[in-house]
């Protein structure tokens, strides 16, 4: 079994900023990739970043430019820093991971809200 612990969601103004972090402990033998989906109220969940165990990122348009995704391969952590967030990132972010046999895992979830 693989645990994911998310932690940096909170409530932020327009233009600002937040990191999240996502920390995958137990049976993680051999990760694949790791990242972020988000679901946005009324919307269907939505892939917004993933990093590969070779580094490589991936972004949603909406995104690019203003979110980066790094990771920790010691430490089995994954970050998005987010910045000039806007309205429409409100979002649950969730957390996954990936493992090379296929496996996933994800998060319990981090609420997100970018609100004057």
């Known amino acids: 079994q693989v645990q994911l612990v998310e932690s940096g969601g909170g409530l932020v103004q327009p233009g600002g900023s937040l990191r999240l972090s996502c920390a995958a402990s137990?049976?993680?033998?051999?990760?694949?990739?790791m990242g972020w989906y988000r679901q946005r109220p009324g919307k269907q969940r939505e892939l917004v970043a993933r990093?590969?165990?070779?580094?490589?990122?991936n972004y949603i348009d909406s995104v690019k430019g203003r979110f980066t995704i790094s990771g920790d391969a010691a430490k089995n952590t994954v970050y998005l820093q987010m910045n000039s967030l806007k309205a429409e990132d409100t979002a649950v972010y969730y957390c996954?991971?990936?493992?090379?046999?296929?496996?996933?895992?994800w998060g319990q979830g981090t609420q997100v809200t970018v609100s004057s």
């Open positions: 996954y991971v990936i493992l090379v046999d296929g496996s996933i895992y």
């Open positions: 137990g049976s993680v033998f051999s990760i694949s990739n």
């Open positions: 990093i590969t165990s070779s580094s490589t990122t």
